[in-house]
């Protein structure tokens, strides 16, 4: 809902967002030029100034803006003139807003006349459901209301849709029910009348009349609380002064100064002129400005919306042959976070339909069965730490409510075995849904590192469950790439007989293209992680990067693997070679934007995204470096350039160790304990930790950390919790 409304409704929505904001200005303007009147001054003192100087008055009107306007005529010719409330002198013609009057029949009607009014309600009714859902969709993804104000992850279009919700979300609910407040008036759906006006005359008795500034009603009234004064006709000694302010209008006897008659304002009427302020801002210049701020916004939440939903249109799979749910046998449901899980997925719909079956594919979420399905299966990924795909999050609380019945559920995982959680939410997965009773054809099988052999053997043994001639043979999605040329590189001395380059690519900058990331290499920071698909294969390998966009450069470590396909590639290439590569960004290892201390730990080509960081400390925010290798004349990558930034103030302190050579100090954990007073005295005053190397590495930096920040009753968890600690392990 909130997607579609967005990309549609939203559309129209910005139209009335802009010129809003426009029409904000004006109260703003208004208040800037206005002689406000004082606050003790009463309207009895103000009505004696203005008859003394414009003397055929015939209305006083206090604007919203706070000004004093007064109404008069010249022989026939009607005047308005601000006057200054102070001494009654006239400062000026008054005339209406500037604004063009096209701006208002804009915003109000979209220039449709009434049929446009009904146009711009249904908008403003759309407006709040759109609120209503994003604040839905924020609290789910930032993890309720407690977190809310947590550091917002993701792509560029992602964080600043969320971060421009949070600020001005509420502001364009308030102003969206204001509308439609407004509306229900103006469309005559809501009555303001407070009822028929009295009939009240003066009463002549032959005595003079009294002057404004002898009524007593007004004599107790401030300016501030004056909505408009008619003085009353000098030609007709019948007629009454007529009193308006927010509370209602009175009729006050122009002889006696008697209040004749009061009618109290309506609740419609106090509602409307609420809602008049809340919408317009006008009489509260500040939140005229916030308004303005508000409605220009709308432009950048439809942009951002629009380039969200263009992202993911290029990254969902599109899964051809799909049949109704209720109409398929075989159910598929897939739980992934990069995408490739799909293309599994439609291999076997394919392998399956050609077998005969009717079969529906959908996202795990959708989690659920009906009176045709005969099998489900399951093809589930595993994200970060063991965690649930983000789109998936949702699936096993799901799950576990509903109740189980005959038709067997199989679940097959993806994964990668370097990670000690391989495969741990299909295995949580597997275990729900036998707790809850559910049969199954297959017992669960996993999937390493995306491997078409192993899915073909999961195949032959689905077959032979089914007796059936099906074959699993599938072809990985390539993934959209672009080509990179390589324009340098450093080599290294093979440390523990691994060699070692540090790769520099040209960043092909072709303007929309690049932004929108259609060709696989979307703008790029330190810590994002590039795919490069070798020759022969169309399965990925990721590195981290040591460059941001703004470098202009693409900048990887490679390091040799026993039998790597894809290291092997990438250190044979020489200059102006070329690669094809795309970026997937890291949002959760990207430093978010302080003054607190960085801690940088890493070890081998770990250092490459710490570097990246380094590299573009341009504010020169206190970061501190802790590296790790075996020899200095062999693995110190980026040391050269390491040394110039810490010269340049980019990087405020350096501890090196080395294990492999006497007295290297061991290893980056060593070097943690041995300075375990300067990590406690940074970690107090808030610091950041990003940790990257080996698995291994990794846990050792855990182990020390939670030895010396224990004084402190800290750990490495209770960081991460607070979003302060992240790992990019390899």
Same mark, same amino acid.
């Given at each position: 809902?909130?997607?579609?409304?967005?990309?549609?409704?939203?559309?129209?929505?910005?139209?009335?967002?802009?010129?809003?904001?426009?029409?904000?200005?004006?109260?703003? #303007?208004?208040?800037?030029?206005?002689?406000?009147?004082?606050?003790? !001054?009463?309207?009895?003192?103000?009505?004696?100034?203005?008859?003394?100087?414009?003397?055929?008055?015939?209305?006083?009107?206090?604007?919203?803006?706070?000004?004093?306007?007064?109404?008069?005529?010249?022989?026939?010719?009607?005047?308005?003139?601000?006057?200054?409330?102070?001494?009654?002198?006239?400062?000026?013609?008054?005339?209406?807003?500037?604004?063009?009057?096209?701006?208002?029949?804009?915003?109000?009607?979209?220039?449709?006349?009434?049929?446009?009014?009904?146009?711009?309600?249904?908008?403003?009714?759309?407006?709040?459901?759109?609120? @209503?859902?994003?604040?839905?969709?924020?609290?789910?993804?930032?993890?309720?209301?407690?977190?809310?104000?947590?550091?917002?992850?993701?792509?560029?279009?992602?964080?600043?849709?969320?971060?421009?919700?949070?600020?001005?979300?509420?502001?364009?609910?308030?102003?969206?029910? &204001?509308?439609?407040?407004?509306?229900?008036?103006?469309?005559?759906?809501?009555?303001?009348?407070?009822?028929?006006?009295?009939?009240?005359?003066?009463?002549?008795?032959?005595?003079?009349?009294?002057?404004?500034?002898?009524?007593?009603?007004?004599?107790?009234?401030?300016?501030?609380?004056?909505?408009?004064?008619?003085?009353?006709?000098?030609?007709?000694?019948?007629?009454?002064?007529?009193?308006?302010?927010?509370?209602?209008?009175?009729?006050?006897?122009?002889?006696?100064?008697?209040?004749? @008659?009061?009618?109290?304002?309506? !609740? @419609?009427?106090?509602?409307?002129?609420?809602?008049? +302020?809340?919408? &317009?801002?006008?009489?509260?210049?500040?939140?005229?400005?916030?308004?303005?701020?508000?409605?220009?916004?709308?432009?950048?939440?439809?942009?951002?919306?629009?380039?969200?939903?263009?992202?993911?249109?290029?990254?969902?799979?599109?899964?051809?042959?799909?049949?109704?749910?209720?109409?398929?046998?075989?159910?598929?449901?897939?739980?992934? =976070?990069?995408?490739?899980?799909?293309?599994?997925?439609?291999?076997?719909?394919?392998?399956?339909?050609?077998?005969?079956?009717?079969?529906?594919?959908?996202?795990?979420?959708?989690?659920?069965?009906?009176?045709a399905t005969r099998q489900v299966l399951v093809l589930a990924a595993t994200y970060g730490e063991g965690q649930a795909?983000?789109?998936?999050?949702?699936?096993?609380?799901?799950?576990?409510?509903?109740?189980?019945?005959?038709?067997?559920?199989?679940?097959?995982?993806?994964?990668?075995?370097?990670?000690?959680?391989?495969?741990?939410?299909?295995?949580?997965?597997?275990? &729900?849904?036998?707790?809850?009773?559910?049969?199954?054809?297959?017992?669960?099988?996993?999937?390493?590192?995306?491997?078409?052999?192993?899915?073909?053997?999961?195949?032959?043994?689905?077959? #032979?469950?089914?007796?059936?001639?099906?074959?699993?043979?599938?072809?990985? %999605?390539?993934?959209?790439?672009?080509?990179?040329?390589?324009?340098?590189?450093?080599? $290294?001395?093979?440390?523990?007989?691994?060699?070692?380059?540090?790769? %520099?690519?040209?960043?092909?900058?072709?303007?929309?293209?690049?932004?929108?990331?259609?060709?696989?290499?979307?703008?790029?920071?330190?810590?994002?992680? +590039?795919?490069?698909?070798?020759?022969?294969?169309?399965?990925?390998? $990721?590195?981290?990067?040591?460059?941001?966009?703004?470098?202009?450069?693409? =900048?990887?470590?490679?390091?040799?693997?026993?039998?790597?396909?894809?290291?092997?590639?990438?250190?044979?290439?020489?200059?102006?070679?070329?690669?094809?590569?795309?970026?997937?960004?890291?949002?959760?290892?990207?430093?978010?934007?302080?003054?607190?201390?960085?801690?940088?730990?890493?070890?081998?080509?770990?250092?490459?995204?710490?570097?990246?960081?380094?590299?573009?400390?341009?504010?020169?925010?206190?970061?501190?470096?802790? $590296?790790?290798?075996? /020899?200095?004349?062999?693995?110190?990558?980026?040391?050269?350039?390491?040394?110039?930034?810490?010269?340049?103030?980019?990087?405020?302190?350096?501890?090196?160790?080395?294990?492999?050579?006497?007295?290297?100090?061991?290893?980056?954990? /060593?070097?943690?304990?041995?300075?375990?007073?300067?990590?406690?005295?940074?970690?107090?005053?808030?610091?950041? +930790?990003?940790?990257?190397?080996?698995?291994?590495?990794?846990?050792?930096?855990?182990?020390?950390?939670?030895?010396?920040?224990?004084?402190?009753?800290?750990?490495?968890?209770?960081?991460?919790?607070?979003?302060?600690?992240?790992?990019?392990?390899?």
């Amino acid at each position: 809902m909130h997607r579609w409304l967005g990309l549609t409704v939203g559309t129209l929505a910005v139209v009335l967002g802009i010129s809003g904001a426009i029409l904000a200005i004006d109260p703003v #303007q208004q208040a800037w030029q206005a002689s406000a009147a004082p606050g003790d !001054l009463t309207v009895a003192t103000l009505v004696e100034r203005v008859t003394r100087t414009v003397p055929y008055a015939e209305e006083i009107r206090h604007l919203p803006s706070g000004a004093i306007v007064v109404f008069s005529f010249a022989g026939e010719q009607p005047q308005a003139a601000y006057i200054d409330p102070t001494d009654g002198r006239v400062l000026g013609p008054w005339q209406a807003s500037a604004l063009p009057r096209w701006v208002k029949n804009l915003h109000r009607s979209g220039l449709l006349g009434d049929a446009g009014r009904w146009l711009a309600a249904g908008i403003a009714l759309v407006m709040t459901l759109l609120c @209503a859902s994003a604040l839905v969709l924020l609290l789910r993804r930032m993890g309720g209301w407690q977190r809310v104000t947590k550091k917002v992850r993701g792509t560029l279009a992602q964080r600043i849709h969320v971060l421009t919700g949070r600020v001005v979300l509420l502001v364009l609910w308030l102003t969206s029910v &204001t509308a439609l407040t407004m509306s229900a008036s103006t469309l005559g759906w809501v009555a303001l009348d407070a009822g028929t006006e009295p009939e009240v005359l003066s009463v002549v008795s032959g005595q003079p009349a009294l002057s404004g500034a002898q009524l007593a009603p007004l004599q107790s009234l401030l300016v501030q609380d004056l909505r408009k004064l008619n003085v009353p006709g000098a030609t007709d000694p019948e007629d009454t002064w007529k009193l308006t302010t927010a509370q209602g209008q009175g009729w006050i006897d122009r002889y006696s100064g008697q209040m004749l @008659a009061w009618q109290e304002a309506s !609740l @419609a009427q106090r509602v409307y002129a609420l809602a008049v +302020v809340l919408h &317009t801002g006008e009489s509260a210049w500040l939140w005229a400005l916030v308004l303005a701020l508000a409605g220009a916004s709308v432009l950048l939440f439809w942009l951002s919306g629009f380039f969200i939903w263009w992202q993911a249109r290029n990254q969902t799979p599109q899964i051809t042959g799909n049949v109704p749910m209720a109409q398929a046998d075989v159910l598929i449901f897939v739980a992934s =976070e990069g995408g490739s899980s799909w293309g599994f997925a439609q291999t076997l719909q394919d392998a399956l339909s050609l077998c005969g079956h009717r079969v529906h594919t959908s996202a795990l979420e959708n989690f659920q069965t009906t009176t045709a399905t005969r099998q489900v299966l399951v093809l589930a990924a595993t994200y970060g730490e063991g965690q649930a795909p983000t789109h998936a999050s949702g699936a096993l609380a799901l799950i576990f409510k509903l109740k189980a019945n005959k038709v067997p559920v199989s679940v097959l995982g993806f994964g990668d075995r370097q990670y000690p959680a391989f495969c741990a939410f299909a295995e949580a997965l597997d275990q &729900t849904l036998r707790g809850q009773g559910w049969l199954t054809l297959l017992p669960l099988e996993c999937i390493h590192q995306q491997s078409a052999q192993q899915f073909a053997r999961w195949g032959l043994a689905l077959a #032979q469950a089914l007796n059936e001639p099906l074959v699993l043979s599938h072809v990985p %999605r390539r993934p959209p790439t672009t080509v990179l040329t390589l324009i340098g590189r450093q080599n $290294f001395a093979a440390a523990g007989g691994q060699p070692t380059a540090i790769l %520099r690519f040209a960043w092909p900058t072709d303007g929309l293209r690049t932004c929108l990331g259609t060709h696989g290499l979307a703008r790029f920071s330190a810590g994002d992680l +590039v795919g490069i698909v070798p020759p022969g294969s169309s399965v990925p390998r $990721f590195y981290s990067l040591a460059s941001g966009w703004q470098d202009g450069f693409l =900048e990887i470590c490679v390091r040799q693997m026993p039998g790597g396909q894809c290291s092997t590639h990438l250190l044979g290439l020489q200059t102006h070679d070329a690669i094809q590569a795309f970026i997937r960004p890291n949002p959760g290892f990207a430093l978010p934007q302080t003054r607190k201390p960085v801690l940088l730990i890493g070890a081998g080509t770990g250092v490459a995204p710490l570097a990246g960081f380094i590299r573009r400390n341009e504010r020169m925010r206190p970061m501190h470096l802790y $590296f790790g290798g075996r /020899d200095p004349t062999q693995d110190f990558y980026f040391g050269a350039e390491i040394e110039r930034w810490l010269g340049e103030g980019r990087l405020a302190s350096l501890q090196t160790v080395f294990s492999r050579v006497p007295q290297g100090g061991g290893y980056v954990q /060593d070097a943690l304990r041995r300075d375990a007073e300067r990590v406690r005295h940074w970690v107090s005053q808030g610091a950041i +930790v990003r940790v990257c190397g080996s698995r291994a590495m990794a846990q050792g930096v855990t182990n020390a950390l939670d030895a010396v920040l224990a004084p402190l009753k800290l750990s490495v968890a209770k960081l991460k919790a607070k979003e302060r600690y992240a790992e990019d392990v390899f």
